[in-house]
């Protein structure tokens, strides 16, 4: 070998390792641009027209918990499946005490029968329920909630898991924050929402990027009860800095010097 070629060998090798370096080092880096929400984009993916939260219509599988208070207990009685004396439950006793949707849309309850509730809002099904109780109690106050009422957070997370929402407005942000927030290597370009389709009664995705601040005006920005949450990792996690390798750099510069001085030689 001449030693114009074994300097052009050389130049070659060296340039080799220092793009090689530079790529994972670049790749394993996570700037503030990637973990911001809400920046200022010149060009937006969003629309800047507002888009009002859709209210949760009730849908077939669902469990709805319903209490009746009258001045006569024991008319209330007669409704309520926990009775008068209980003060207050948890998840799992108002599954027990709830009623479900059935695959025709109805509830059955007590002394009234079979109420068709699918597609309607819990506001528009407590009057529906409240019309039908007043053939048999009057002045009675009624309380309609969704018991099944949770949303379930995926992928690079503090902490994956299924929370229950005990806010009716909860928006994006805050249902992260239940589950510790996007992780470091999380995408927050790449966001997915899993939620079932009212009228198809199918389940739609939606990708969307939360570090747009125009998230706040689209039909992302606010959770519905049974949402399912997933957070994509970004491509570059294998290399985080948390678990970047840097015994295997330094053994590769230390290699690279080696063959650098043999070459010279």
Known sequence: MTKQN???????FRALIVFTLGGLLLNGCVTNKKTTYLQAYEESKYPTLYIPPEDYRIQIGDNIYLNVRTP????????????EGVMGFDDATAQIYSYVVQLDGTVDLPYIGYINVVGRTLSEAKELIKAELSEYVKDAVITVQLVN?????????????VYPLHKERLNIFQALALAGDIAEYGDRYRVSIIRKSTQT?????REFDITDKNIIDTEFYYILPN?????????????????????????????????????QQ
């Open 227 to 263: 949402d399912v949450i997933y957070v994509k990792p970004m491509k570059g996690k294998f290399f985080g800095m948390a678990t970047f390798p840097f015994t295997l750099i330094f053994t590769g510069i230390t290699t690279f010097i080696l063959i650098d001085n043999y070459l």
């Open 149 to 161: 009422n949770h949303v379930t957070i995926l992928g690079e997370v503090g902490m994956p898991g």
């Open 201 to 205: 009664d199918a389940s739609i995705v």
């Open 72 to 83: 006569d207990a024991r008319q209330s009685a007669m409704f309520n499946a926990m009775g």
């Open 6 to 12: 074994s300097w052009k060998n050389l130049v070659t």
